[in-house]
């Protein structure tokens, strides 16, 4: 692709998801639209004047004054003469409606020739900014092709390759899967940048450690590992790296706090307490705000939400989204306006808006998720998880379950069973639509695979896993679906989430709140045949969810299923009215299984499985 032909995307790209015309564009930065039209066909370059209008109309962040070409540096300005002014009046012309013939295209540099990463003009600098401009549209793949075409043009030159390599390290990974050509790459980086101790090596070392640290994290079992480096090892490299980040600055420059503080903390989230993670994000934002990298403010809006999320400060949540969604609305990228969109559904299922949510995940989501995977623009199971872990919650939510597996995609949840918490998604599917043995059946086989549980890490995946496991558990034992065999199983899970008594459990990242830690341990000690300690849980879930009408609903459900079974005759005696008020709240937010299970329970007509 020609310098033109890029520019022209990228200004095409931009201007459509701002809902513009040519014509409406044309008007607002005062060129013509015949002009314009020439530069978006690709055969006419424009000049900085009309780029750098083009990216304040747009709020393109300078990003497509940054695809023009470099101008060589001449040492001695040249008298003026009919031909040197002939840009200058072809660019005056455009503007007034005349515009010039086309100009000699200039020549290019071969990719792949050694240049020094300094030098104006090169090569490589062109690259490294086309990748970047394609990144902030979303366009990942294309991106990582231009990074990588930057990373064999800096050959002979270590700071430029590790840049490069920085840059590709951005793009997103597979979830819980190890890029293992990239590690490579960043471990020949690191070894070339070792013992150097001038500020651009050391900048650039940090930077592909926390990355490397990061990278290693995403395999989840055995067969995503990296022998020999599995995920829990990089957690002690992580908070190395963080404390020669602190130890070195204020030296640091901006944009290397921030990546490193945002590998690290990902590095971080299966292991850390959410508590610190949501330190690390909030200094991630501060550095963002003041360094003034999109990428970065974007980046760090996201994982302040999340953390936020887990620590159960929904208000606080809310604000950040409504601050990302500011956010995704000048980058006009099809990527943040998606993720937008997946915070918003997040926010609606926590709320019980289920109307709204699943306009968004059955319509424009999903629609959004083909369109982007079919073009390559992202991996392609990162968008596709989000999409059917939102699905599955919201028909599971709804009472749904039936419709799910009547659908593509429980061929989706079985495909993915390699990630642990589809393993228990499905667990929990099979239970609600009835398949209560094969929902055993699955959960056993689960913790065959897992030593009982116990080889899940403390926190991040390893919480809406064992959440998940909770309620499976639950629904069996209300059944009384073997629950014998489940029993040894129970204590791993219980102290797993017992060491969260605090938090929401977030699933994905992220894609649902699946409720407070606390909820799920109330739970599991139900199964255990302790209702006075499950009670106890149950009231502190309480004031993590008590904005949340879905949440309530299933905790006064499990409020009054723990009540009966209590040694109290005064505490039995309160059952009913909390089946009571959860059957109306869930009549009244449509949410059939939960509205079946308290008829149920009140033994009034409707209920029964």
Known sequence: MTPEEEFAEALRMRRKAAGLSLGELSRLVNYSKSYLSRVENGTRMPG???????????????????????????????????????????????????????GPRRRRRRVGAAVPVDAPGTEFDQLIRRGDARH????????????????????????????????CARRWSDPGQVDRELLARIDECLKTLAGREDLPAVELRLRLTAHRAKKLTMGVGDDTAVPGAEPGTSVDRARGVLRELRDRL?????ETHCEVLTECRWALYDFAPAAELLALSAELRDVAVRSRSVYFIGEALVALAIDQLRVGRVTAADATVRRHREHAAHRHSTLAHWQQGTLDALMNLWQGEFAAAEEWILGESSAI??????????????????????????????????????SPLMAGVRRRDYFPVWRAGLA???????????????????????????????????????????????????RDVRVGELLPYVPPL?????????????AGWPTVLLGPAARFSGLLALVAGEPDTALGHLRRAVRLAQHSPAQMTRLRLDEARARRRSRSAAVRA??????????????????????????????????GP
């Open 136 to 167: 902030l549209l979303g366009d990942m793949y294309e991106a990582g092709r231009l990074y990588l075409a930057a990373y064999r043009a800096a050959e002979g030159d270590d700071l430029a390759r590790a840049h490069a390599v920085v840059r």
């Open 494 to 506: 219980r102290a797993l989430l017992d060491a969260h008594p605090g938090e929401l459990v977030l």
């Open 369 to 406: 998720a083909e369109t982007m995977e079919r073009e390559q623009s992202v991996p392609a199971d990162t968008l596709s998880q989000t999409c059917l872990g939102q699905a599955y919650w919201l028909r599971h939510e709804q009472g749904r379950m039936a419709e799910l597996f009547g």
């Open 428 to 478: 929990l599917a099979l239970c609600e639509t009835g398949r209560h043995d094969q929902a055993a059946d699955q959960v056993l086989a689960f913790a065959a695979d897992t030593d009982g549980f116990t080889r899940f890490p403390p926190s991040g995946w390893a919480l809406p896993t064992a959440a998940v496991l909770a309620q499976t558990f639950a629904e069996l034992a209300v």
């Open 574 to 607: 309160g059952a009913e009215d909390f089946a009571r008020t959860a059957l109306g709240t869930a009549e009244e937010l449509g949410m059939a299984e939960v509205a079946r299970d308290c008829r149920e329970f009140l033994g009034v007509p409707g209920g």
């Open 250 to 254: 204020p030296g640091i420059g901006a």
């Open 48 to 102: 900085p004047a009309l780029a750098r209008e083009c990216d304040t109309v747009l709020h393109a962040e300078g990003e497509l004054l940054g695809l023009l070409p470099d101008r060589p540096v001449r040492p001695v300005r040249p008298a003026r003469t009919a031909s040197s002014e002939r840009p200058e009046r072809q660019e005056r012309q455009a503007r007034q409606g005349q515009p010039g013939q086309p």
